[in-house]
């Protein structure tokens, strides 16, 4: 594929080269942050008559909706409770007014695991909820609220977000492939959206590395303008910060129906932001959520492309195979599938369904997975699978060579360069993997004679039967001569005279 710029992820002691990266578009001129206004009118609890399905523990009892419909302007609509584990999330309806029309009640999905994982900053004080549902500009809403038997849900909110206006929301971004190279999708910024970086709470958080992507979709209507949709993404953010309680936007990406990426949580397009995503699995990995509902209808072909784009370029950053699979840690918590503390195989590019008890990301849009994953290792073509140096520290008079170790996508002729501190290539290693590459190098250069000490570069790059490129890999080894323990006289052989120093 065409050259991918990005930072090389650090592997243990090995030191990576720093090369160039691709970073969100710069923001149009014309953006500018917008602070979003949240209402939040209680819920008051009321028994109603039972319904007439037969009696049992699942029996739902209507509660007390608002007494009257709450007059607010308004975009996005949700509800939520304090956090007790006890509580099983209520079915909630919705309806709401709009240029004097009363919409038809429509039930809002909760959240299930759109979450933090426990332990993390952005679980402090955090509220479980519904999921925001945009519903366009209204005037005026009104809920009902139905609770299974048992402990009931305290300190309900309905939840009224308005995003405000920007010059963002007539931004017209053509989704242009053409202009860049594939491996290097353009994604929106956060200010393209008019994100008010006030309203997040602390610092993102970030893991060491990413070693999957999970995807999600928002379940909102699929009927959104593309003007439309900077508001909506700025609705989503004020409803996870304000009324979810989360330091930020849960999602790392967002993609709408018009094909085109959005920045989602801050901190970096190119680094593991630990987002909120998906509950017991944030950590090593990240999320990518379509706008709109994909339950009973497939993503458009601008929408699976884009995705596609942003999966090949993130996935081949940190040489991950989007054909294998990776084994998680379960932070638990929320509606994780998994207990907290065991480990799960997931495919390295998964759906939200598949770690946790959700119908996330749509019965379409999980269809389509794999063939999302056969398109993602096409667009990444003869990509290096965890390149790896080992040992990455080595000393004089060692009798262990250094070993590079690299997965291959496909088929593809291969070189590694070693390359000393004044970047003077003193050895090359060239061969054709279809697998697998496996170098072996004795600390001598091209003709023999060993190195001295120092720091020296080993770069693996490759090249297809179709003149496509993987993203280089490099590394750097220490080569150090051994310190003299106390009492001791150590002498590597050509080194240092016979006799040891006084």
């Given at each position: 594929m065409p050259r991918l710029l990005s930072s090389l992820a650090a592997l243990g002691l090995v030191t990576p080269a720093v090369i160039g990266l691709p970073v969100a578009t710069a923001p149009s001129a014309a953006a500018h942050p917008v602070a979003p206004s949240v209402r939040q009118v209680p819920i008051g609890l009321a028994s109603a008559a039972a319904s007439a399905a037969p009696a049992g523990p699942a029996l739902r009892r209507v509660t007390n909706a608002l007494a009257a419909p709450v007059a607010a302007d308004f975009t996005t609509v949700g509800v939520t409770w304090r956090a007790d584990p006890r509580v099983a999330p209520p079915v909630v309806t919705v309806r709401w007014r709009a240029d004097g029309t009363w919409s038809a009640w429509t039930e809002v999905p909760s959240e299930e695991g759109d979450a933090p994982d426990p332990g993390t900053a952005d679980l402090a004080g955090a509220r479980p909820g519904t999921r925001p549902l945009w519903v366009g500009r209204a005037q005026a809403a009104e809920v009902r609220v139905e609770t299974a038997g048992g402990v009931r849900p305290q300190d309900l909110r309905l939840e009224l977000v308005d995003p405000g206006t920007s010059a963002a929301d007539t931004l017209r971004v053509p989704r242009d492939r053409a202009a860049a190279e594939p491996s290097r999708p353009e994604i929106l910024s956060r200010a393209q959206w008019g994100a008010d970086e006030s309203l997040r709470r602390g610092s993102p958080s970030y893991a060491s590395t990413v070693k999957a992507g999970f995807v999600h979709h928002t379940v909102n209507a699929n009927s959104y303008s593309m003007a439309e949709v900077p508001a909506l993404l700025r609705g989503i953010y004020a409803y996870h910060v304000k009324s979810n309680g989360w330091s930020d936007i849960g999602y790392n990406f967002l993609i709408d129906r018009f094909g085109r990426t959005w920045e989602g949580r801050a901190g970096g397009i190119d680094r593991a932001v630990i987002g909120a995503h998906t509950g017991g699995f944030n950590t090593d990995t990240f999320g990518a959520s379509l706008l709109g509902t994909y339950s009973s209808v497939t993503p458009?072909?601008?929408?699976l492309e884009a995705l596609q784009a942003l999966f090949a370029w993130r996935l081949a950053m940190v040489y991950r195979d989007p054909l294998g699979t990776v084994s998680l840690r379960s932070a638990g918590g929320g509606t994780s599938r998994y207990a907290a503390g065991t480990y799960h195989s997931f495919?390295?590019?998964?759906?939200?369904?598949?770690?946790?008890?959700?119908?996330c990301?749509?019965?379409?849009?999980?269809?389509?997975?794999?063939?999302?994953?056969?398109a993602v290792a096409e667009r990444i073509g003869p990509g290096f699978i965890d390149p790896k140096v080992t040992p990455s520290a080595t000393y004089v008079g060692s009798q262990?060579?250094?070993?590079l170790t690299a997965g291959i996508l496909r088929p593809a002729t291969w070189t590694v360069e070693v390359r000393n501190s004044s970047d003077v290539v003193l050895r090359s290693f060239l061969g054709l993997a279809s697998r697998k590459v496996d170098v072996t190098w004795d600390l001598k250069d091209g003709l023999g004679v060993p190195v001295p000490p120092g720091v020296y570069t080993l770069r693996l790059t490759d090249v297809d039967a179709e003149g496509r490129t993987a993203l280089p890999f490099v590394a750097t080894v220490r080569y150090r001569v051994p310190a003299m323990a106390k009492g001791s006289w150590i002498r590597p052989p050509g080194f240092f005279p016979k006799t040891p120093p006084p």
């Open positions: 458009s072909a601008a929408t495919d390295v590019i998964s759906g939200h369904r598949d770690a946790g008890s959700t119908s990301p749509g019965e379409l849009a999980y269809a389509q997975l794999a063939q999302i994953r056969s262990t060579p250094i070993a």
